[in-house]
C-alpha cells in the first residue's frame, strides 16, 4: 500500500512517499524550483516521490495533507474578533487568498493530483491530519523507540503551538495542548525580528549568534513577556506582540521595553542584540527543560521525541540530553512543517488505517537520505552538457584525491548519493573543509556561502570517533545536538583573549579544530554511520590516517538565500560561481582552474546578477 504525504501552502513544501509503512522518498519542493522555502503545492516533490516509488500516481492508495485549513480558518476569523477593530487590517488582506483558495483546499488539492494523474480531479482517498499530530507522528513512528514521550513545539498549527503526546507500538494518544496565540515558536520569532532577520528562516541566526551575548534580558522577558509555570506552560502577554493583530512580530510596548526599534535588516550587528538572542535562547532552554520534566513525569518514559520548529533548536536539545531527564532522544530531522509530509503519511497508516508498528532498535529515516540521486552515466552526461571539465576517478583516487584538496585548505564541494530530507547538509550535498584551519570558518562564510561572518559550521566525525573529541556518546546523525569540545583539544587563552566581548572573540582559535569550536566552545555535531553512509564515511576514515583527525568542516552546498543544491547542474553552478576550489560530484573530481575562464566568467557573472 502507498501513501502519499503533502506539506504546503505555507512554508517549506515538501512530499513523502510511504509503502507498506516504510519511508521510500521524501523532499522539499525548493530543491526543485530553487526558491527557498517555497510554499507552493509540491509538484515536483510529488513526481519525485512518484518516480522512487516506482508507480502512477492512479496507484496510490491515499493521500494525507498535513494540516486542517477549516480549523485554521477558524482560528483566523476568531482572532480577528477578539482584536477587532485593531486587526482588521490583516484579516482584509489575509482573506482574499482564503476565500479564493484555502477555503476550497480539498478541491485545489484534488485539482493539483489530477494534474499528476492525467484527469481534471483526482478521484482517490484524500485525508486531512491536524498539523501537531502530523509532527508528533513524523517524531515517534520512525523512530527507534518501542515507546516514548512525544514533544511537539512550533510557531502554530491550527491552534495548537505546543503538545505533550505519549507513543506506544502504533498508537499515538495527544495528552497535552498549549493553544495560539501562546507560543514558544512565535516567541522566538519575535526576537528574530526584534534583531532584524527574517522569521521563519532566521531563528538560526538568533541561536549561533547567542553565544556571542550575555544573557542580560532574562529576567525581563520572564517578569513581562512570558508567564512560566513549573510544568511548562506558559503564557505570553499579548500587549507586548503584534502577530496577532498587525503585520509585524513585536509592538511598540515591546519597543518600549527593550528601549529601542526593531534592528533594520542587514544593519551592524551591536552587542546589544547578541545580548538579546542570549536572553531568548536562554529562555528557551529553559522553557523546554521544565516541558521535558513534565513530560517524563506524566508519562513515566524514559525516551523522548522531538519534532515541530522548536526542535531544530539544537543547543537547547543539547542541554536538554545533558540534564538526563530522559535516557535518550529522537529528533526528526525534518523537524519544520516540511516534515509534516512525513508524520502525515505514517498517521495514517498506524492511526486511520491501524497498521502495527514493530521497532527493532534502528532509525527509521536511515539517515535522512531520502532525495534524489544520480548514478555515475547521468552525473557525466550532465556535467558535460554544463560545460565541465572534469576526471573520472576510481573510488579510492577519489577518496584520496579529496583528501588532498581538504588538507591544502581548498573548500570542496561534495554531492553523493541520495539527497538528505531537512535542513541540514549531512555528506551528500555538502560544502567540506579542513576543520584544523584557523581561517576555514571566516573563508567559507564570506567567499563561499556569501553569508554574515559569525555563523558557526558544524563538524561531522564518525560515530565511532565522537566521544574522543567531543562531549557527546550518542548517535547525532542529523546535526540536531551540541556538545562541547574535550578540555584535552582546547586551546588555553591569553588574558587579553579572554577578556574579548562580542563579535571580537570571533577570530581567536579555541580548539585543535577552530573552524568548528564556537566562541563557548560548543559544537553541532553530526555523527557519521557507515552503514547510512559509507562513502563519507571513507572519507572521514582516510582523514584521520592521513591527520590524526576524524573531523571534517561540514556546512550544507548552497549559498545564502538559495535552497541546498539538488542536481549535479546546481552543483556544477554553485561551484563555478563561489570560491569552492574543487567539486566531487559522483566519481566525477573538478577542478576550478581546470574550468574554461570564459565559462568561469560567465557563471559567476549570472550568480552575481541571481
Not at 168 to 180: A, P, S, Y
Request: hydrophobic share 40%; with cysteine.
Amino acid at each position: 500500500m502507498r501513501i502519499l504525504g503533502i506539506s504546503a501552502f505555507y512554508h517549506d513544501s515538501a512530499a513523502a512517499m510511504i509503502e507498506d509503512g516504510r519511508i521510500v522518498a521524501a523532499a522539499q519542493e525548493e530543491r526543485f524550483t530553487r526558491k527557498k522555502h517555497d510554499a507552493d503545492f509540491p509538484a515536483n516533490a510529488v513526481v519525485y516521490c512518484l518516480s522512487a516509488a516506482e508507480c502512477e500516481m492512479t496507484e496510490v492508495d491515499h493521500v494525507v495533507f498535513y494540516d486542517k485549513p477549516i480549523l485554521k480558518f477558524e482560528r483566523l476569523l476568531e482572532t480577528y474578533l477578539a482584536t477587532s477593530p485593531r486587526g482588521f487590517r490583516s484579516f482584509r488582506m489575509a482573506m482574499p487568498l482564503w476565500i479564493k483558495e484555502k477555503l476550497f483546499q480539498k478541491k485545489l488539492l484534488r485539482r493539483y493530483l489530477g494534474k499528476l494523474a492525467g484527469v481534471k480531479e483526482w478521484p482517490g482517498s484524500l485525508l486531512f491530519t491536524e498539523h501537531h499530530l502530523a509532527h508528533a507522528a513524523s517524531a515517534f513512528f520512525p523512530s527507534p523507540f518501542a515507546s516514548a514521550a512525544v514533544l511537539t513545539m512550533d510557531g502554530v498549527g491550527e491552534w495548537c503551538t505546543t503538545s505533550l503526546g505519549h507513543g506506544r507500538g502504533k498508537d499515538l494518544d495527544i495528552l497535552k495542548e498549549i493553544r495560539f496565540p501562546h507560543s514558544l515558536g512565535l516567541l522566538y520569532s519575535a526576537f528574530t525580528y526584534y534583531t532584524g532577520f527574517k522569521v521563519n528562516s532566521g531563528e538560526y541566526k538568533v541561536m549561533g549568534l547567542a553565544p556571542y551575548g550575555r544573557p542580560l534580558f532574562v529576567q525581563k522577558i520572564l517578569d513581562h513577556l512570558i508567564d512560566l509555570k513549573e510544568d511548562g506552560s506558559f503564557r505570553l502577554d499579548q500587549r507586548y506582540f503584534d502577530y496577532c493583530a498587525g503585520l509585524t512580530m513585536t509592538s511598540p510596548a515591546f519597543h518600549e521595553l527593550f528601549g529601542a526599534e526593531p534592528r533594520r535588516p542587514e544593519s551592524p550587528l551591536t552587542q546589544r542584540e547578541m545580548d538579546l538572542a542570549a536572553s531568548v535562547q536562554a529562555v528557551t532552554e529553559e522553557v523546554v527543560l521544565k516541558l521535558a520534566r513534565f513530560a517524563r513525569q506524566e508519562t513515566g518514559e524514559r525516551h523522548l521525541c522531538l519534532a515541530g520548529g522548536v526542535a531544530l533548536n539544537c543547543v537547547a536539545n543539547g542541554k536538554l540530553l545533558k540534564k538526563r531527564i530522559f535516557d535518550d532522544i529522537w529528533i526528526q530531522p525534518a523537524a519544520g512543517d516540511a516534515g509534516g509530509a512525513v508524520g502525515s503519511a505514517l498517521a495514517a497508516w498506524h492511526g486511520y488505517l491501524g497498521n502495527g508498528r514493530s521497532p527493532d532498535g534502528r532509525d527509521r529515516m536511515t539517515g535522512a537520505y531520502l532525495g534524489p540521486a544520480f548514478d555515475q552515466r547521468e552525473v557525466e552526461k550532465r556535467l558535460t552538457a554544463s560545460g565541465a571539465v572534469y576526471t573520472v576517478l576510481s573510488d579510492d583516487d577519489l577518496i584520496a584525491r579529496t583528501v588532498d584538496a581538504i588538507v591544502d585548505e581548498k573548500a570542496v564541494g561534495w554531492m553523493q548519493g541520495r539527497m538528505e530530507f531537512g535542513p541540514r547538509a549531512l555528506g551528500g550535498r555538502s560544502i567540506l573543509g579542513d576543520p584544523r584551519s584557523p581561517t576555514m570558518q571566516k573563508t567559507l562564510n564570506l567567499k563561499v556561502k556569501y553569508r554574515e561572518s559569525f555563523r558557526p559550521f558544524a563538524p561531522s566525525v564518525r560515530r565511532e570517533d565522537v566521544a574522543e573529541w567531543f562531549d557527546v556518546d550518542v548517535d547525532s546523525p542529523y546535526m540536531l545536538l551540541v556538545g562541547d569540545v574535550l578540555d584535552r583539544h582546547r586551546l588555553p587563552l591569553g588574558a587579553g583573549e579572554a577578556a574579548l566581548f562580542g563579535i571580537d572573540r570571533l577570530n581567536v582559535p579555541r580548539s585543535g579544530i577552530p573552524a568548528v569550536t564556537h566562541v563557548d566552545y560548543s559544537a553541532r555535531v553530526q555523527t557519521v554511520h557507515r552503514d547510512t553512509n559509507p562513502r563519507y564515511w571513507e572519507l572521514l576514515s582516510a582523514f584521520k590516517q592521513r591527520t590524526g583527525c576524524p573531523v571534517l568542516v561540514n556546512t550544507s552546498f548552497n549559498v545564502r538565500g538559495e535552497p541546498i543544491v539538488c542536481t549535479p547542474e546546481d552543483a556544477f553552478r554553485c561551484f563555478m560561481g563561489t570560491e569552492i576550489e574543487c567539486l566531487v560530484v559522483g566519481n566525477c573530481f573538478l577542478r576550478k582552474e581546470d574550468q574554461s575562464s570564459n565559462l568561469r566568467q560567465d557563471y559567476k557573472d549570472r550568480f552575481e546578477l541571481d
